[in-house]
Structure formats: structure tokens, C-alpha cells
């Protein structure tokens, strides 16, 4: 596998969750979601980004022939945002879906346009621009085995919050592809 060790996947906002909450405790309010519970609709214009406090959400997109593909999978200490929807002011491609009970605090996106927050959005964009290269490269570098086998020794986190056909959407996989190789490694 390819050393993925300089653009980890996920994981890496620690810091910046810690500086949007110290940033916004204060001034809104922690909500509880449920599972499959929507808090976007695919076409929606975003409102809002979240901080995860406890939980996990996905943002899926359904074609009109009823299919769902996976875009991302967010989790504790991430901010849940479409950023090219965001920063286009354009309707959300993807749904923002609660795939595990969650904890939030709903940030209105219209903060980030004062003055005292353009740091903070700064580093968000950042953050997200070496995650996107990291996923890429995990997605384009390496076979699907591989990218099971990374989730299995560096994310056993995540595996333990999501089904086996979430994670085989995550990467890029059917999931009877996925269940061919736990089978190969002993896994089921």
C-alpha cells in the first residue's frame, strides 16, 4: 500500500474542532439527530455546516433511477459541509444524512463571512483541500483490498460505526466485492 502517513484520511480536524467549538459553544445551541434522520436534501441550498460531537453522518447522492452512491462519511470532531456547494452558493449535490445518532452543533454558514471568523474558515478550506488529496490518493493508488486492509489497521474506528455496505460504498465497492475479500483474509 501506498504510505498515506503525510495526508491521513479523516481524522486530522482534531484541532480545528477544537478551535470552531471554543469559537461557537457559546453562541449556538448542541442538537441531538437520530438515525436517518435528513438534515440536507440533495438540491437544497446549505444553511448550515455542522460540527460533530458525537455520531456519524454521510452525504449520499441518489440518481432519479433510485441508485445511492457515497460521497463522504463524517465523523466525531469533523465538520459535515458540501465546501463546493458552499463556496458556490449552489444547491447541494448530496443529501447530509445521519447515519448514526448524533450530536451537532449547527453552525449558520453566514458566520463565516464576518470578519472575526475568516481565519477559522481559512483553515477549514485548508483542511479540507489535503483531505480531498488524501482521499483521492487513497481511492486512485490503491486497490480496493488495500483500501479495506488501511481501514482495518488505521480507521478500526470508523469500521465499528458503519455497515459493511457503508464501508464498501466508501470504497468504491460493491458489497459482495467487499465480502469476497473479508473472505480472503479471514474476516467472515
Request: include cysteine; aromatic fraction near 12%.
Amino acid at each position: 500500500m501506498h504510505d498515506l502517513t503525510m495526508l491521513p484520511l479523516g481524522d486530522s480536524y482534531q484541532t480545528l474542532a477544537n478551535a470552531l467549538l471554543d469559537k461557537c459553544q457559546q453562541q449556538f445551541a448542541v442538537k441531538v439527530f437520530t438515525r436517518n434522520e435528513v438534515i440536507l436534501q440533495q438540491g437544497e441550498k446549505q444553511q448550515y455546516g455542522y460540527l460533530i460531537l458525537d455520531g456519524v453522518l454521510a452525504a449520499f447522492h441518489t440518481s432519479q433511477g433510485g441508485t445511492q452512491k457515497c460521497k463522504e462519511f463524517y465523523f466525531k470532531d469533523e465538520f459535515a459541509l458540501l465546501f463546493a456547494n458552499w463556496l458556490t452558493n449552489s444547491p447541494a449535490l448530496y443529501q447530509l444524512k445521519v447515519v448514526k445518532s448524533a450530536r451537532l452543533i449547527a453552525l449558520p454558514l453566514a458566520v463565516f463571512e464576518q470578519p472575526d471568523w475568516q481565519e477559522l474558515k481559512q483553515q477549514l478550506v485548508t483542511q479540507q483541500l489535503i483531505f480531498k488529496e488524501a482521499k483521492e490518493a487513497f481511492l486512485l493508488l490503491n486497490t480496493p483490498e488495500q483500501r479495506y486492509r488501511y481501514l482495518l489497521t488505521q480507521k478500526p474506528h470508523w469500521l465499528a460505526q458503519l455497515t459493511l455496505t457503508e464501508v464498501a460504498m466508501y470504497i468504491g465497492i460493491s458489497a459482495i466485492s467487499l465480502s469476497r475479500i473479508r473472505q480472503r483474509l479471514n474476516l467472515s
